[in-house]
């Protein structure tokens, strides 16, 4: 049985802005396309609504995404990165063709 391995990806999101937790520069440009499209969402800001949004995914060897299994401390966190996920586009090869575990934390500090 093959087992397939799940890369970790943990971002902040602040009022400030998305930020890799690591350092590392292992699939920095998708890291990089993440923190241009999500952002504090405004209603979270308003309501000081801090949270987690956990989405597994895979990338195709043409950069398209598949969202495998979500959960999330707040629907509306989810929903919302649901609809900036579907936007984004994977363009560097090292991250096409992967499984990636993204867990964003949504935090006003």
């Known amino acids: 049985m093959k087992m397939n391995m799940q890369i970790p990806l943990v971002m902040v999101v602040s009022p400030e802005g998305c930020r890799s937790m690591f350092a590392?520069?292992?699939?920095?440009s998708f890291r990089e396309e993440i923190s241009r499209?999500?952002?504090?969402?405004d209603?979270?800001?308003?309501?000081?609504l801090e949270g987690v949004v956990n989405?597994?995914?895979?990338?195709?060897?043409?950069?398209n995404i598949m969202v495998k299994?979500?959960?999330?401390?707040?629907?509306?966190?989810?929903d919302y990165v649901m609809g900036?996920?579907?936007?984004?586009?994977?363009s560097d090869?090292?991250?096409m063709g992967k499984q990636f575990r993204l867990m964003l934390k949504?935090?006003?500090y």
């Open 24 to 28: 590392a520069s292992e699939y920095r």
């Open 37 to 41: 499209t999500i952002f504090y969402p």
């Open 43 to 48: 209603f979270a800001r308003r309501s000081y």
């Open 55 to 63: 989405v597994e995914l895979m990338t195709d060897n043409n950069g």
């Open 69 to 78: 299994e979500t959960n999330a401390t707040h629907a509306g966190l989810l």
């Open 84 to 90: 900036r996920i579907h936007s984004l586009m994977v």
């Open 93 to 95: 090869h090292e991250s």
């Open 106 to 108: 949504f935090m006003m």
